[in-house]
């Protein structure tokens, strides 16, 4: 039945149901993003739990989404190539304060010479204390970005394969999950202080845009795309480990709402790995 209904949708031609894929999963991203607009005033508290509950899914995703898949479907049970890409993500990423300044205006719109507003010796320490709010709000967003592109290139290779049933459960499975994660980035985004609700949601559908093409590419370049999918798999999954440890647990255990944010991870990871079984 639902493939069917994907079929009078998208059509038959697998660019096409690519397309279609990527515009769903960055479509399901955009949505948990803006969901930030509708929460206008969520407390310290609430937020915290909020990104920590996103850190959960994201946990159990870097393993259901990545890196099994990675080692089970794409690299024929070897380990190897996941590993090195795992241990290569993580390495960028711990290395990515060096090009946070080159990539903030690109991610966010704006300068750091754009987040001070006062004068003097104000402005040294306003911009001080901004940079420390967005250096790790960058790398979070650059790590979610990372981590969509390999799932993205999934579903388009799913989709040109010709196996319809498990290109559309991936895309499932992988939507439905970017909902947590596009909100995870417009929370951080308020969270370093990045002006009203609206712009931290623009903020966190940026970083799934680059799943639409990427989705198409994946299609189109099924035959030489497959075989570098279980390194980008494990490099994304390397990032977002890295991240969850590095940035999301100490930003949600910082303000006193430890419990909070460890039950929001808890809960977050349950209902990924809940998503995962019935979606098979």
Request: proline letters at 4%; charged letters at 15%.
């Amino acid at each position: 039945m639902l493939e069917e209904f994907f079929v009078r949708l998208a059509g038959t031609d697998p660019i096409w149901q690519a397309l279609v894929g990527g515009l769903v999963i960055a479509g399901l991203n955009a949505v948990g993003a803006l969901s930030v607009v509708v929460w206008r005033d969520p407390s310290d508290r609430a937020l915290d739990g909020a990104l920590g509950f996103a850190g959960g899914v994201m946990l159990a995703a870097s393993f259901t989404s990545l890196i099994i898949p990675g080692i089970e479907e794409y690299a024929n049970g070897s380990l190897f190539p996941v590993v090195v890409g795992v241990l290569l993500g993580a390495v960028v990423l711990d290395r990515g304060e060096k090009w946070v300044p080159y990539v903030q205006r690109l991610v966010t719109g704006r300068s750091r010479e754009e987040l001070s507003t006062d004068g003097g010796e104000a402005v040294a320490a306003q911009q001080a204390a901004s940079e420390r709010r967005i250096t790790p709000l960058i790398i979070f967003i650059v790590a979610i970005t990372l981590h969509n592109m390999p799932e993205a290139l999934a579903v388009g290779v799913g989709f040109g394969s010709g196996n319809l049933s498990n290109a559309i459960a991936l895309m499932l499975a992988i939507g439905i999950q970017n909902i947590p994660e596009g909100l995870a980035v417009a929370v951080a985004a308020r969270n370093a202080g990045l002006g009203s609700l609206f712009y931290a949601g623009i903020t966190g559908i940026r970083s799934g845009l680059v799943e639409l093409p990427i989705a198409v590419f994946g299609a189109v370049a099924v035959s030489f795309a497959a075989p570098l999918l279980p390194y980008a798999m494990g490099f994304a999954a390397g990032g977002m480990l890295y991240v969850i440890i590095d940035e999301i647990v100490p930003q949600t255990h910082e303000r006193g709402h430890e419990r909070v944010a460890t039950l929001g991870t808890i809960i977050g990871l349950v209902v990924m790995l809940s998503l995962d079984v019935a979606l098979g």
